[in-house]
């Protein structure tokens, strides 16, 4: 049987504080380095042989940082291309592959169209997209042994298992297993929100923050939260769920049963369910709900200004219950944020509590291969003992 | 100045993992800490080696599992009666303090009336709270270094400073520095509801879960978050503000300025409102609103049952979000939990996302008492070098 998962890269506790904080922030000195990890000196120097001596890093020329400063201090840097890493987001409809290097910078993208949606389908495209991927340089076939998938629904990170995808309608499949099997490469999967989170967490706008948090919008609402540097998983594999806090007893029914879920009211579907039913036209399409919004229709404008102020008393929620330190909003949903945004901020602001009102909303785009890149920082996470599935019987 | 913060009695990682394994669970032998902490036979040896010759810990008498299972096993325990902690619970109008032991076993209790409520008042009536406490038994005046102290508000543990407490009417009071003058002990300062949570999570219902939330009702609805095994602090101090989710658009208006909070529709304050609007009676008291829903009368039962119902949405969403593996509710809204716990449970079940409702609600009474064995538990707490506050300039 295929043994999907990644060994670490580094084992040490000193490696892995060095090299975590070298990915995040760039170069730094040894001096600063050990400032910041707690480690000596020598211990920062003994740690950073190793990964000198493999590539990973490397020593910047040196640098006086002011005449007569003492001796010359050479930071230490990441060399991004000493390993490459496929990223990948299963979407309902396309896939999206790309290669990231070591510090999540995109250097190539692909996409296909999904036909068949089986896992086996899908494996054998991920195949073909990764090959076609690893061609565009000889040194990303020679230097990518590790692929990181992001994909919708409840995934357990550890043994590799997709348990459930109400998207791709998928139950129990052996995501990992199958997708290092059809590509030879060591896989990692993650829910995609929680995959973007991670990106957004050690390479965006998360970096440094022990608490934070992205909420995505559009077809579902969905989060995850980063909580003391790590994401938070919940006992039950559930947690983030902010799509399904609900905010009106009398809110319309959502799919999981209950009433007055954010996501009945914010949702792609939501929205348009809702002008369809006020104006009683039901072929209209989103897209021409948007338009109708922007030109001042007031079934679609109120549709719109009911879901931003869901979604801002959903992130209050989050905000008042876990105390992040920045919260982004994301998801395809942000193009209509010229609808939805102030309704967002307005009702985020009536309801975040006390000092958590001080904790800023930022809006970002991602398109489609930002999701893919969210998978290569999941990959590139394997690296790390603590972020690295422990092989369980049925998969190693 | 006095130096008020605790002296952590272990620092390295080895002993610290031993100890705290220990307090919350109980003998264990030398093979089963070694298996529980990840540390070697000899590291587990070596790290009890010091606390027992300190009288921390001791073997208790070789026992064998099993005829001819092999050499007999010492297993270790903690020795309660090693050091005593003073637990203190200051409530608008009285005083309430615990003398507990090293595993917050309450040893003695006592309470006063608070007369006049200025900071400098209180902390002369803790000493003399302190001295009856400690009068009890010789043992606990030798053995007594600690006092932890529970109090409603915003708390900075770390500096021991009240930032905010609307109950007493305080504003950025350096606790922990009077307590410590007035009584010569060290003093760690939390949030009341937090404090709680320690002792549960470390003494109580949450022993061993790695997530746990404890909802307090009553007077404010509020609560306390574990994550990792440590309390959610949030980035801007708030955190677990259960009592602030806006659960109806359409709802009371609560005093923090918002509408539809959990608070504003099932504090005691807001049952007792709800029922005097509805039955124009302005004089009735609580004790006779729990007496007529009692005896159904519809005003009051619908008070409770709107109350019942916005806890259970907000713990449900407290469990969407963050992913508990147990909640406790407590406070002194328990009391009439017959009228309360059906509505808590029904809208808990209803709101719970998919195995989210898995994670069960449990019921605890606690006496006042509980709540001045909370900050003792704080205090133990303090003995750890993680949980100790740095000593910052204007309190070191």
């Not at 890493?85 to 190539?108: E, P, Y």
């Not at 298992?161 to 993650?190: K, M």
């Not at 579907?269 to 369809?276: C, F, T």
Request: one cysteine or more; charged letters at 20%.
């Amino acid at each position: 049987m295929f043994r999907h998962h990644s060994q670490p890269l580094v084992t040490a506790p000193a490696e892995t504080a060095v090299l975590a904080l070298l990915l995040a922030e760039g170069p730094l000195s040894r001096v600063e380095l050990a400032r910041r990890t707690g480690l000596s000196s020598t211990a920062v120097t003994k740690a950073a042989r190793p990964l000198i001596d493999d590539g990973y890093l490397y020593e910047l020329p040196p640098e006086r940082t002011a005449p007569g400063a003492g001796r010359p201090v050479n930071p230490l840097a990441v060399a991004p291309d000493r390993e490459y890493f496929i990223g990948l987001k299963i979407s309902a409809d396309r896939l999206f592959g790309a290669v990231c290097d070591l510090r999540a910078g995109i250097r190539a993208t692909a996409v296909r169209p999904l036909g068949e949606c089986t896992p086996e389908a899908v494996a054998r495209l991920v195949a073909e997209l990764v090959d076609e991927l690893l061609d565009t340089e000889p040194a990303f076939r020679d230097r990518t042994r590790h692929l990181g998938a992001a994909v919708n629904g409840d995934v357990d990170r550890e043994s590799g298992r997709l348990r459930h995808s109400g998207l791709l309608g998928w139950r129990d499949v052996p995501l990992a297993e199958l997708l290092s099997a059809s590509t030879g490469l060591s896989v990692t999967v993650e829910n995609d929100v929680r995959a973007l989170t991670v990106a957004e967490h050690w390479f965006g706008e998360g970096i440094g923050t022990g608490y934070f948090a992205l909420v995505t919008i559009g077809a579902g609402i969905g989060s995850a939260l980063v909580v003391n540097g790590r994401l938070l998983r919940g006992a039950y594999g559930v947690a983030g769920e902010v799509g399904h806090l609900c905010v009106d007893p009398n809110g319309p029914l959502c799919w999981c049963g209950a009433r007055g879920c954010v996501e009945a009211i914010a949702s792609t579907d939501a929205i348009l369910a809702s002008v369809r039913h006020d104006t009683g036209d039901g072929n209209l399409a989103f897209d021409e709900v948007v338009r109708m919004a922007r030109e001042g229709h007031p079934a679609a404008g109120g549709a719109f200004a009911r879901a931003g102020n869901a979604i801002g008393v959903g992130i209050a929620a989050l905000v008042n219950l876990v105390g992040p330190e920045r919260v982004v909003v994301s998801g395809e949903g942000v193009d209509a944020y010229d609808l939805l945004g102030r309704h967002i901020q307005e009702a985020y602001a009536a309801h975040a509590f006390g000092a958590a009102s001080r904790c800023p909303l930022s809006l970002r785009p991602l398109p489609w291969e930002e999701w893919a890149r969210g998978g290569a920082a999941v990959a590139i996470q394997a690296l790390f003992p603590q972020y690295t599935a422990t092989p369980t019987a049925g998969s190693g």
